[in-house]
């Protein structure tokens, strides 16, 4: 089956400064999703970007899919970006294959 | 509704007592997960309903997990004989068309 894997596992930053969450792939994919998973346990679906670049505010992704990777770009980081950010991707019409995810740290 | 809605938000239960957990899915989505994620780890798979067709069990953990979905809109994950073991958040999620995922706030269950 698909593997996927992100990195890194962890990150620090301080608020204000930009961060690039890379998703790596090991097979061909016709569905990638971004979630961010808050402190509090909610999952939010931030991309859903099988291919190309999309953007939402300072969030940004982008998907090579000839070369099976994406990015998720957070720039001028606030702290309410802490939390994981998990990338899922899947081959078939409804399985997604999930990440183990990127803690992600913003300090005041 | 506006969003994915699960209850009981908190569930504590004795070790042997059965529960019954629900998802009420974004109206109109046609599909709906069910996934179960420990403290730490990413979500892993239990089961997919498209309407009110199980097509996946295949994730259920042991056949004291039961889920349906029988009017294809509000689903139940039913778990019998609870163990320490299924001690989890219990997440649900509903697809659109192309099975982008809206997630609940999920039920954690703790067992006793």
């Known amino acids: 089956g698909i593997q996927v894997e992100q990195s890194p596992p962890d990150l620090i930053l301080q608020e204000g400064a930009n961060s690039t969450l890379r998703c790596n792939f090991s097979?061909?994919?016709?569905?990638l999703q971004w979630f961010h998973q808050n402190p509090w346990g909610q999952l939010i679906n931030l991309f859903y970007?099988?291919?190309?670049?999309k953007q939402n505010g300072r969030l940004s992704a982008t998907t090579v899919a000839t070369e099976r990777y994406s990015l998720l770009y957070i720039s001028s980081s606030q702290t309410t970006d802490s939390g994981v950010y998990f990338c899922a991707v899947g081959d078939s019409n409804y399985q997604l294959i999930w990440g183990a995810g990127t803690k992600l740290i913003i300090k005041p | 509704g506006a969003g994915v809605s699960q209850s009981p938000r908190y569930k504590v239960a004795k070790r042997g007592q059965d529960v019954a957990l629900r998802c009420d899915p974004i109206s109109g989505h046609v599909s709906l997960f069910w996934y179960q994620q420990a403290l730490g780890q990413g979500p892993e798979f239990l089961t997919y309903?498209?309407?009110?067709?199980?097509?996946?069990k295949s994730g259920l953990p042991s056949d004291r997990f039961f889920a349906e979905r029988p009017e294809g809109s509000v689903s139940t994950l039913k778990i019998q004989r609870t163990q320490q073991e299924d001690s989890a958040v219990y997440l649900c999620?509903?697809?659109?068309?192309?099975?982008?995922?809206?997630f609940g706030a999920g039920s954690r269950l703790t067992v006793l």
């Open positions: 970007i099988p291919s190309g670049t």
């Open positions: 999620a509903s697809g659109d068309g192309a099975n982008v995922l809206t």
């Open positions: 309903f498209q309407n009110e067709a199980q097509l996946d």
């Open positions: 097979d061909s994919v016709n569905n």
